[in-house]
């Protein structure tokens, strides 16, 4: 079992940055891919981006292409993304994933957490 807290999110004007947290717990950290998922209102789930250190595994979704970073520190089991240049239709809650194979399809997602709001104002 593999428990997923996010943290970070909030409100920021257009142009601002975030930094969203995950931190997890319970299996073997490293051996998991974990990631970002977003979901406005109305709107399906989209995925943002994903990692997995053992096979240096980092895939990206079109809203975060150029614009955000994922990275982790495994020592304190915890995966963060990065978002600049935030724009408002960035507005979305944001999902932490995992799962033991790399993904970029939420249909591939194990474990989820409860999600953390980011609302970006123009």
């Known amino acids: 079992q593999v428990q997923l807290v996010e943290s970070g999110g909030g409100l920021v004007q257009a142009g601002g940055s975030l930094r969203l947290s995950c931190a997890a717990s319970g299996r073997t950290f490293s051996n998991y891919a974990v990631g970002w998922f977003r979901q406005a209102p109305g709107k399906e789930r989209e995925f943002v981006a994903a990692i997995k250190r053992s096979g240096g595994y980092i895939y990206y979704g079109d809203p975060a292409k150029g614009r955000f970073t994922i990275s982790t520190d495994i020592g304190k089991n915890t995966v963060y993304l990065q978002m600049n240049s935030l724009k408002p239709e960035d507005t979305a809650v944001y999902y932490c994933?995992?799962?033991?194979?790399?993904?970029?399809?939420?249909?591939?997602?194990?474990?989820w957490g409860q999600g953390t709001q980011v609302t970006v104002s123009s």
């Open positions: 994933a995992a799962s033991p194979i790399i993904f970029n399809d939420k249909n591939y997602v194990q474990y």
